[in-house]
C-alpha cells in the first residue's frame, strides 16, 4: 500500500531490532540538489536528492549535533557550516572531519519518499563505536574520543572495558615503554569507578587524551617471541629490552600467576633508583591497571613496563649520589625487611630529621626502622616530609624561569612515597626496603633548591596559616587561593576533601599533559597516604600544588639550558 505522510510500518526481528518506515513527503518536494528535514518516529534525518538519488542521514551532525539541512549541498557532498564537516551523502562517510554520520535506507513507493531507520541493539552499536574510539585515539581528537566514550558508556560498558581497548591500542607505541601516560590512565580510571553515570566520563576521557596526546604517530613496538629462560630482573640490570620483553612473554606463556611476575619486576626496580622514582612509580600503577582491566591484557602491557625499566636512568650511578650511595652500602637490608614495628613510634621527628639534613639522612632512617618504624613507619615518613616539603615551597623559585627546580620535582618524592609502599605491601623483602632508602634519598633531594638558595622553612605549614577567605574547598582551589585552600584542605573530612581535590585535578587546569599528569596522580598519591597515615598533611600538600601557580617552561627551560651548553659546554646544573 502507498504509504502517507504519516503511515507508519514497524517490523522486527529474533535479535531485537527495531526498524521504523515513515513517508516524509512526496518525491515531487525535492529537486535534485535539495534537501529537507524529515521526522521517522522520534529521529530527525536530512534528506537529500541529487543526480544519483534520494539519501537520508540523521539531521543532526555527529560534532555537535548541529543540523545538517542548514548546511550546503556541492553534488553528493554535504557540508555542516557549523565547523566545516563534510560527509557523502551516499554512505555517511565523513570526508572532513572525525565522525561518519549515520545513514538510512530510501525508497520511493507510489511517488512518496519512505525513509526506514533501524534502532540498533547494544552490540551493534558497540561494534560501530569501537572502531570509531580507535580511530579517534589513533588521531588524538579528544572531541571523538569523548563522544565515544560518552555513547559506550551510555550502552553499559564500563570505564575498565573502554581504557581497556584505548590501551590495546597504544602501550606499544608508548615512548620507550610505559610511563606518565599509563599512570595518569590507571588513576583516572580508579577515579571513573568510583562514579556513576555520565560523571564517569571526565576522568575516563581524561585518561584515554593522555594516551592519545602521548602516542600520536608513533610507530608500535615489535615485541620478540615468548623465552621462558629469560631472567627478567638479569635482562633489565644488563639493558637487554628485548630479551627482558621476551622474558616477561615467556613467564605469560607458562602461565606464571600474577604474584610471581610481579615480584621480578618489583625486584628489577628496586635494583636501582630510577628515573627520579619513576621506576617504581610505573610498576605500581600498571599492576594496578591489571587489577582493573584484567590480568589478560598482561601481555599488551608488561613487557612495555620492562623497556621503560631497561631505559630508565640509574640514578643510583650518577655523582650527585655517590655519598648516598656508600651510606646505603653499609645497610643490613635484610636486618631492615625483617625489622618489627613499633605501633607506639612516631614519625614527626623523623619527618624533622629528613627535611632539614644537610646529606642525605639514610644512616638515620635505617636506625628509625630498626628502632620501631618498621618499613611502613618509614615511608609515613616520608609521606610526611614530602607533604611538608610541597607546603613550603617558595613561589619565588617556582616563578624564576632561569631555575629548573619546579613543583615537579618535589611531587615526586610524595608519589614515589606511595609507589615504595605498594611495592612493600606487594612484596616485602631486602630488595623493597632498599626502595624505601632510595624514597629517603628522593625526598633530600627534592630540598636541593631550599639548600642551594638559603631559604629557611617557610610557606603554607598548617600552622603558619591565616583563617580562611571561604568556607569552600573548590572556589579556593579554582581561584587560586592557597593558604585557604590548604586551611580548608586539613580541616576538612579527608574523604570529602579528597573528591573535591580530585575533581580539581581533572579540571584541565593545567595547560599541557605533563602537568596535568602530575596534578592528578599526586591527588591520588595523597588521597592514599592520608588515609594510610591518618594525617591530613599530603591532602593538605595537595591543596596547595592544585592552588597555586605553576610555570610550565618547557620550552624556555630548553632554550636556556640548550643555550648555556652551546656557549660554555657545561651541562646543566641541579
Not at 3 to 11: L, P
Not at 146 to 165: F, H, K, Q, V, Y
Not at 350 to 375: K, Q, R, T
Request: aromatic share 4%; glycine share 8%; proline share 5%.
Amino acid at each position: 500500500m502507498a504509504a502517507t505522510d504519516r503511515d507508519t510500518t514497524q517490523t522486527h526481528d529474533p535479535t531485537g531490532d527495531r526498524s521504523t518506515t515513515e513517508s516524509v513527503g512526496p518525491a515531487e518536494n525535492w529537486s535534485v540538489g535539495s534537501m529537507k528535514m524529515g521526522q521517522v518516529a522520534d529521529r530527525k534525518v536530512a534528506v537529500v536528492r541529487t543526480e544519483s538519488g534520494f539519501h537520508a542521514l540523521d539531521n543532526a551532525c555527529p560534532h555537535q549535533g548541529y543540523g545538517l539541512t542548514t548546511g550546503s549541498l556541492d553534488g553528493e557532498r554535504l557540508t555542516c557550516q557549523w565547523h566545516n564537516w563534510k560527509f557523502d551523502v551516499r554512505t555517511g562517510q565523513c570526508l572532513m572531519g572525525e565522525e561518519d554520520v549515520a545513514c538510512h535506507r530510501v525508497d520511493v513507493v507510489d511517488g512518496e519518499v519512505l525513509v526506514t531507520v533501524n534502532r540498533q541493539t547494544v552490540d551493534e552499536q558497540r561494534a560501530k563505536l569501537w572502531p570509531s574510539l580507535e580511530r579517534g585515539i589513533e588521531a588524538d581528537y579528544t572531541g571523538q574520543i569523548a563522544r565515544d566514550s560518552a555513547r559506550l558508556l551510555a550502552t553499559g560498558t564500563t570505564p575498565a572495558e573502554i581504557m581497556r581497548s584505548g590501551l590495546a591500542h597504544t602501550a606499544a607505541k608508548t615512548d620507550d615503554g610505559l610511563g606518565h601516560e599509563l599512570a595518569m590512565a590507571t588513576d583516572c580510571l580508579a577515579l571513573a569507578e568510583i562514579r556513576n553515570g555520565t560523571d564517569q566520563a571526565l576522568p575516563l576521557v581524561q585518561g584515554l587524551a593522555g594516551l592519545a596526546e602521548t602516542t600520536r604517530d608513533r610507530p608500535a613496538r615489535q615485541l620478540p617471541d615468548p623465552d621462558p629462560s629469560v631472567s627478567v630482573p638479569e635482562a633489565i640490570e644488563t639493558e637487554d629490552a628485548k630479551g627482558a620483553m621476551a622474558g616477561v612473554l615467556g613467564l605469560l606463556d607458562q602461565g606464571a600467576d600474577p604474584a610471581t611476575v610481579r615480584h621480578q619486576l618489583i625486584d628489577a626496580a628496586s635494583a636501582h633508583h630510577l628515573s627520579y622514582g619513576h621506576g617504581m612509580i610505573y610498576t605500581q600503577k600498571t599492576f594496578e591497571m591489571l587489577d582493573r582491566i584484567g590480568w589478560d591484557s598482561a601481555p599488551n602491557l608488561l613487557p612495555h613496563l620492562a623497556a621503560r625499566l631497561v631505559w630508565s636512568t640509574r640514578e643510583d650511578t650518577l655523582p650527585y649520589m655517590r655519598k648516598a650511595m656508600r651510606s646505603l652500602a653499609g645497610v643490613d637490608l635484610e636486618s631492615l625487611a625483617s625489622a618489627e614495628a613499633d605501633q607506639g613510634w612516631q614519625p614527626d621527628g623523623l619527618v624533622d630529621v629528613m627535611l632539614d639534613a644537610p646529606a642525605a639522612p639514610l644512616d638515620a632512617a635505617a636506625a628509625a626502622v630498626i628502632d620501631g618504624a618498621g618499613i611502613e613507619g618509614l615511608l609515613a615518613a616520608v609521606s610526611l616530609g614530602a607533604s611538608r616539603r610541597l607546603l613550603r615551597h617558595d613561589l619565588a623559585i617556582e616563578l624564576d624561569s632561569s631555575d629548573a627546580f619546579g613543583w615537579l620535582d618535589i611531587t615526586h618524592a610524595l608519589t614515589t612515597a606511595q609507589a615504595v609502599r605498594w611495592a612493600w605491601q606487594a612484596d616485602p623483602g631486602p630488595h623493597t626496603a632498599r626502595a624505601a632508602l632510595f624514597a629517603v634519598w628522593l625526598l633530600f633531594d627534592s630540598g636541593r633548591s631550599e639548600r642551594r638558595n638559603g631559604i629557611a622553612a617557610t610557606g603554607l605549614e598548617p600552622d603558619r596559616l591565616a583563617p580562611p577567605a571561604t568556607d569552600d574547598l573548590a572556589t579556593a582551589v579554582t581561584f587560586g587561593d592557597a593558604s585557604s585552600a590548604v586551611a580548608l584542605a586539613t580541616a576538612g573530612q579527608p574523604d570529602q576533601v579528597g573528591d573535591i581535590l580530585a575533581q580539581a585535578s581533572l579540571g584541565d587546569g593545567a595547560g599541557s599533559f605533563i602537568v596535568a599528569a602530575h596534578l592528578i596522580k599526586t591527588t591520588e598519591a595523597a588521597r592514599r597516604e592520608t588515609a594510610r597515615t591518618g594525617s591530613s598533611l599530603p591532602l593538605a600538600a595537595a591543596a596547595r600544588f592544585l592552588a597555586s601557580p605553576r610555570v610550565e617552561r618547557f620550552v624556555a627551560a630548553n632554550v636556556a639550558e640548550s643555550v648555556d651548553f652551546v656557549t660554555t659546554g657545561r651541562p646543566p646544573g641541579r
